[in-house]
């Protein structure tokens, strides 16, 4: 009996881990597949000719060393209102060198007219770039990694005899 209550017990310990994950990964997919979604409309944004005020390489520290993320700030105006952007891209461009951060900002200048991209219902939601993202996403390896357990781990146990 006891050998019995103590199967079922790892089984119950098994089943609540696969729920989890799965409902881990379909969040993250989910979120993965919003972002993915966001940049494929950006695309087909309208476009206003924006003035480019400043830019700069931003620095900050974690754990490894330091990371440098190129930072531009610009001015655009729908409709007789003026808005402030500072989207290069949707994804977040970081670097470990600053060379590399200096080199992503080398294709602006401040007072340069650039190109925005803006959200027709959301006007003050702009980028410079409306390209999709190549980056993977942590959160895409996450939720693989999780379906990946629930189908290679997890599932073989429910169907085990």
Request: aromatic share 10%.
């Amino acid at each position: 009996m006891n050998h019995v209550q103590i199967g079922a017990d790892h089984l119950l310990v098994e089943i609540s881990i696969a729920s989890a994950l799965s409902a881990l990964a379909c969040g993250l997919i989910l979120t993965v597949w919003l972002r993915f979604r966001r940049t494929g409309f950006t695309r087909s944004w309208p476009v206003a000719i924006g003035i480019l005020l400043d830019r700069e390489v931003a620095s900050e520290r974690d754990d490894v060393g330091p990371w440098y993320r190129p930072v531009v700030r610009y001015r655009y105006e729908i409709a007789g209102q003026h808005f402030e952007g500072n989207h290069i891209s949707w994804t977040e461009q970081q670097h470990r060198t600053y060379a590399k951060a200096r080199t992503a900002l080398d294709s602006f200048s401040p007072g340069q007219k650039v190109n925005v991209y803006y959200d027709p219902k959301m006007p003050s939601s702009a980028v410079l770039n409306p390209s999709r993202m190549i980056a993977v996403p942590a959160e895409l390896v996450i939720a693989s990694t999780a379906v990946m357990y629930v189908l290679l781990i997890a599932c073989p146990l429910f169907l085990a005899p």
